[in-house]
């Protein structure tokens, strides 16, 4: 069965499962009453995990809606939690990091971060990363793990074998917002990208100021026209051989990171504050900042692919299809963007003009996610969505419910979870349209 383990599914904040059938049409399933308001559930291979921004944390059985148990906590645990082979982890908005087992819910050790939690958590390589107010911190998950851990109040420390220990603390000026992911090391190669400055600095502590593009040509609302184009050589790139961590913060900048021990590689502004998830898909970093800019930035150097502006706000991460060349975004002006990962132009054909994305009732304030041929997007008006990604983002399906959709669903094996103001609801598919 396919598996939704983390926030937009995977590390890589992907949002897409290609493998699953298409859902051609959407019909109610089993519906779970919860207490407080839903965040963005996560599926293993029978259960599905939601938290309550009322501080509850739920496990339900994935086929029948049956509640497993529930961990009761002191405050809102609303940001999707993460499923691993043998540990479910949680966190709350006080910074207090869980780790349950699975199966019946049982506490096997906590951490008190710092400061309040402020982002999902990602998970990758047996580490937990976790953004909070005063920076972001990696956690060993995993007994027998030889790491050099230190208390998060910076005093001296020694090597130790348990989970739940501090690997690493980076602190930054600002808290941060848009959630960590992370990048693996690409393959070398030549690819081509727009002309943009350079916005990354060498120095991670260096102070950013974003440059003006005024001479790469005149920026629309939803497009970007550019005067030329240049090669890339990704082999002149300084090479990197282990895995990178990337999150924004409050003051409008983009942090990359060594895994391994958190050293600073680059930092990068954006246009405005970020937050939601980052993703990262063919070598590039995606940004979508609440000001209206889309970032793509080359994940080894920071370097700008593109940008794509709107006159609204940006309020969900960036879902890739990389072999479409295609980015799907969601904003505050009831748009659903649809660009190209080439040039950030609009890439839905109109009448006369390019679409700018795919209109809806309302704000698209949960993430778009992609199973088979199908773009599945829901927004504050409780409207969700079917459209048809091999014919221009046609509509196939709408499903209406009583709330606001503000939560990323998780795509399964022919069903969809959907958290929708205080429920759960799984929506069953199947790849055939109705017989008339």
Request: glycine share 10%.
């Amino acid at each position: 069965m396919t598996e939704w383990t983390q926030c937009e599914g995977d590390e890589q904040r992907s949002g897409v499962r290609r493998a699953v059938s298409d859902p051609v049409r959407v019909e109610a399933g089993w519906t779970a009453d919860l207490v407080g308001t839903v965040g963005p559930p996560v599926l293993d291979r029978d259960t599905v995990f939601v938290g309550t921004d009322r501080g509850n944390c739920y496990a339900f059985d994935r086929e029948t809606g049956r509640r497993r148990w529930v961990v009761e906590t002191m405050t809102a645990t609303d940001t999707a939690p993460v499923r691993t082979r043998d540990r479910l982890f949680f966190g709350t908005t006080d910074g207090t990091i869980h780790a349950v087992d699975p199966a019946t819910g049982e506490q096997y050790w906590q951490l008190e971060l710092p400061t309040s939690l402020t982002t999902p958590l990602l998970y990758a390589d047996g580490d937990l990363y976790a953004g909070h107010e005063d920076g972001l911190t990696a956690i060993a998950t995993a007994a027998g793990d030889e790491v050099e851990a230190f208390d998060l109040d910076g005093d001296n420390g020694e090597a130790v074998e348990e989970p739940g220990t501090v690997r690493w603390t980076v602190e930054t000026d600002t808290p941060v917002t848009g959630a960590p992911v992370i990048a693996r090391p690409p393959e070398t190669g030549r690819e081509r990208a727009p002309l943009q400055e350079q916005t990354a600095r060498p120095s991670f502590d260096a102070e950013l100021e974003p440059e003006s593009d005024q001479n790469l040509g005149q920026e629309l609302d939803g497009s970007m026209e550019l005067n030329d184009s240049i090669d890339i050589d990704t082999e002149s790139d300084e090479p990197w051989d282990s895995p990178r961590i990337y999150a924004a913060t409050a003051d409008e900048h983009v942090h990359c990171l060594a895994s391994d021990d958190g050293e600073g590689i680059w930092t990068a502004p954006t246009n405005d504050v970020a937050t939601n998830a980052l993703t990262v898909a063919d070598g590039r970093v995606y940004v979508a900042d609440a000001g209206g800019t889309l970032l793509a930035l080359n994940a080894g150097t920071g370097q700008t692919w593109f940008t794509y502006t709107i006159t609204g706000g940006f309020t969900s991460s960036a879902t890739v299809l990389t072999d479409e060349g295609t980015t799907l975004v969601g904003a505050n002006d009831g748009y659903a963007h649809v660009t190209d990962t080439t040039f950030g132009r609009r890439k839905l054909r109109g009448w006369l003009f390019s679409k700018k994305g795919v209109a809806l009732d309302g704000e698209v304030q949960a993430s778009p996610v992609v199973a088979g041929d199908v773009l599945c997007v829901g927004d504050t008006t409780g409207s969700l969505y079917g459209l048809d990604l091999t014919d221009d983002c046609d509509h196939l399906w709408h499903h209406g419910f009583e709330d606001p959709i503000t939560a990323t669903p998780a795509v399964g094996d022919g069903e969809l979870f959907v958290g929708t103001g205080d429920r759960l609801v799984q929506l069953e598919w199947s790849d055939e349209l109705s017989l008339p």
